[in-house]
């Protein structure tokens, strides 16, 4: 065999099966224990066209597992192809490349996404019997695109203003960090459009769950939305936009109470137009003479010094909470932007996309499947108070060098895991084994 020389060593080549992924078998055994294979063809995904005889399931595991190796786009898949360890740990006989998976989201439609994406959610969250009680964060946000995609639009993109652009729903239940939903939608429409499908939807993925609080941004600052939140009696903490009207109203406001240096708040009650009723508002305002001041000038008083000086906004709330405890409670909602981050970052919420719109919202449905599943292996298996990223996790515990022992037929996989390691990697192996089978 050809040997490589370096200055003092030299490099050859091994047949031997051998993997930089080991540690997924920790995953491997955490979807055993949920049964993922069994509940799959209750989902409801359709069929592979590939005359090749890879089964829709194969195809979804394996794109999940290559987002877990670090993909981030289609191609990126190749990964999982070529790494026959994996293929022999997750009882692949042959890896699909990654056209096949996106023929399989081609196959997707608008009821297609919503009958397995129900499916999967309801599966899932029956696995968590402890969550019971719920915060809800919805929050939406802009995915600039490159090409010709269906739904990609001109619209609101801050980072690249006037590139085409998709803008998705997204609701994360914030105790848990699970994302509860995700809908895709084109780039010119407003942060709240189609909410109230979006909250009907996002219900029934909790069935049997009950929403003890919902927070959202001023991009969600609508009547209907808001009156619907009472009809079904769900508390909620909404941002306001702060419109000239709303701007009068807290212009006016006397019963500022200073919570620390620079830091004042008070309430209002407020009735805008079109609205049935007065709700309580909250307004907090920081001097922009002692601190980075977040908010936005009242705009319609900028030479006024009882208001030049600050910076303003506001909260609509039903809640009976004092006013320092409802924008205490809001300000937790700052995690589902950290979560976006990492969706982009490590799941490929920027990058997983096709021209058909509705096989771009399954791929990244899928990829809100990988993502739930992680935290779930975070919070089951990991259980540390720290909720580490992906990336991450790679270094820690997934990026394990391992290699298939025997031929065929001997299922033996040897980790190359330091000796200090291996009780704490043996004690992983015990959390995931203690998942409950098959929970419903």
Known sequence: MRQLHGDGFTVGFSDREVTAWGGLSLLKQMLDRLQFREAFSRFGVPESSSNRGYSACQLIEQFIVSIWCGACRFSHAEIVRLDNVLCRLFGWSCAAEFKAIMRLFGRFDMLTNERVQGNLYRWLFGHLPQMKLVTLDFDSTV?????QQQGACRGYNPARPGRASHHPLLAFIADFR???NFWL???NVHSANNVLQFLEST???LSGKTVGLLRADSGFFDDAFLSELEFKRIPYIVAARLTYPLQR?????????ALKQGIEIAEIEYQAVGWKKARRIIVIRQSVLDRESPGKSLSLFPDDPAAQNWRYSALVTDLALPAVEVWRTYRGRADAENRIKE???DFGLDAFNMRKFWATEAALSFAMLAYNLMSLFRQAVMRTPVKHTLSTLHGMVLAVGGAWKGGAGNNHLLLSVPRRKRAWFCGLWANASALPRGAT
């Open 143 to 147: 995915v600039t695109r490159n090409g």
């Open 178 to 180: 699970l994302i509860a």
């Open 185 to 187: 939608r084109p780039g």
């Open 203 to 205: 219900l029934a993925h």
């Open 249 to 257: 109203a807290i212009y006016q406001a006397r019963n500022w109470w």
């Open 343 to 345: 969706l982009k970052a």
